[in-house]
């Protein structure tokens, strides 16, 4: 059939309260322009991350009662460990209460002044942790990521030449390699597995340990299965577990591809950061079986491992995006093309060029979304990106607006509503207006920096 329905029924739901256009312009005003100042009670669609906002299954929170609180040994840790390395075979497994504090950890062994960290490209707090240690983030995505009309089908991969170049030229500032599946910032796009061997095999030949940021996982690995020469007849699960075994070891925020609320974790394979890890663990997280989780958050982790790598339930989630995605483009509205996995990303540049990249139109973008519609999204652009570790200020390669859709909580009746406050956009969005930051925080601003609409 063409429509491609929601693999489950639901069974509990929660009151939206349908807010008018006044009250959120009262709103944005009180919260300074800041989309992440906005009470959830008052946002209609929220659309602002698919991170730790997923709907739980009748089996995770069957396995939440089930969860034991015991400090040291619970049996809840062993089931989450277990159902990890089911997929992900790594020697040692250390829960966290969500993937920045994994981050936090690995890169304070790692980092540190005068290392060079390179990546597909990281995220924002995997470049605030790094920098926040003192190490350099660097982005080597292929050229085709920035070309949002380019049907490149892997437009995460790494650039292998200029990985290549980075190391034989800085070797001695590397501590290891990264890999972000999916591609978040660059608009939710995979990395081949044959990038992927070809990165590992690359850090490998210079003595370097290579990890991946693993948060998506598996929409990477439904990409694979349906876009790579040779894995269309492959299990899903399979995939997967032929992308970790190039890998020294992860990071990972449960909160995304494994359904859960909260958590995290840091895996690797070398004794000797295991044992660092471990012991930064405890000062900041907590015992080695908990990590700063709850027993049943530990469970809850395990089930949702079994669940995210169900065939149906991938081709439902990526076609939801797609679904989306056409009928922006229908309207004229640019997007990264491909659509990502986990979102949309409309280019707020291209949509309103009137706006200059250092008055925020991806920013401006997301206000208007929210005026008009009561619809929360996210800018991953100049406010995100532009802020330098001196203190200065430059453009963003892309200003984007990332729709990202929490899993199994919104009907096609919400994504049609998406499209339709678009269409309201597009007709006015010449008297779109740009914004100046009034006030920042010193690293990842875009969380709690205060603006203002300009004349």
């Not at 699960?237 to 990071?251: E, P």
Request: net charge negative; charged share 20%; proline share 5%.
């Amino acid at each position: 059939m063409r429509t491609i329905i929601e693999p489950f029924r639901i069974k509990s739901v929660e009151p939206i309260r349908m807010t008018t256009v006044d009250e959120r312009r009262g709103l944005l005003k009180a919260a300074a322009w800041n989309l992440f100042g906005i009470a959830s009670d008052d946002v209609m669609i929220d659309l602002l991350t698919d991170s730790g906002t997923s709907a739980m299954s009748a089996a995770q929170w069957g396995a939440v009662m089930r969860g034991d609180e015991s400090y040291a040994g619970s049996p809840s840790f062993y089931r989450f460990e277990r159902a990890v390395k089911n997929l992900m075979p790594f020697k040692h497994v250390i829960p966290t209460h969500q993937g920045r504090a994994a981050e936090a950890i690995l890169f304070s062994i790692v980092g540190g002044a005068g290392h060079v960290i390179p990546s597909n490209t990281h995220f924002d707090t995997t470049r605030g942790n790094i920098e926040a240690s003192g190490a350099t983030a660097v982005d080597l995505v292929i050229a085709e990521a920035h070309d949002h009309q380019s049907l490149h089908p892997f437009k995460g991969n790494i650039d292998l030449a200029r990985l290549a170049a980075l190391l034989e030229r800085s070797s001695a500032q590397i501590p290891l390699v990264m890999m972000t599946v999916t591609n978040n910032a660059g608009g939710g796009q995979p990395v081949s597995l044959a990038n992927l061997r070809a990165a590992a095999d690359l850090a490998h030949s210079y003595g370097k340990p290579f990890f991946i940021d693993g948060c998506r996982f598996a929409e990477n690995a439904w990409f694979i299965k349906c876009r790579e020469a040779g894995q269309d007849g492959r299990a899903v699960t399979d995939i997967v577990r032929d992308m970790f075994a190039l890998a020294d070891g992860m990071t990972m925020s449960a909160k995304k591809d494994a359904f859960a609320n909260i958590g995290g974790w840091l895996a690797v394979n070398d004794d000797t950061l295991a044992a660092a890890a471990r012991n930064r663990l405890i000062l900041t997280e907590g015992f080695p079986t908990y990590g700063g989780l709850a027993g049943r958050d530990l469970d809850a982790i395990a089930v949702g491992l079994e669940e995210i790598v169900d065939e149906q339930y991938l081709r439902y989630r990526v076609r939801t995006n797609e679904y989306i995605g056409d009928k922006l483009l229908a309207l004229g509205v640019p997007i990264v093309q491909p659509v990502g996995g986990h979102a949309v990303f409309v280019d707020a540049r291209r949509l309103l060029p009137h706006i200059p990249p250092l008055q925020y139109p991806g920013q401006a973008l997301a206000v208007s979304l929210y005026e008009l519609g009561g619809i929360r999204s996210c800018e991953i652009g100049t406010v995100m990106f532009g802020q330098q570790p001196d203190g200065t200020e430059r453009a963003a390669e892309m200003d984007l607006v990332r729709l990202a859709m929490p899993r199994r909580v919104y009907t096609q009746s919400h994504a049609d509503y998406v499209v339709e406050v678009f269409e309201e956009i597009v007709a006015s969005r010449a008297q779109t207006r740009g914004l100046r930051i009034v006030s920042q925080p010193p690293r990842l601003r875009h969380f709690t920096a205060r603006f203002e609409r300009l004349d």
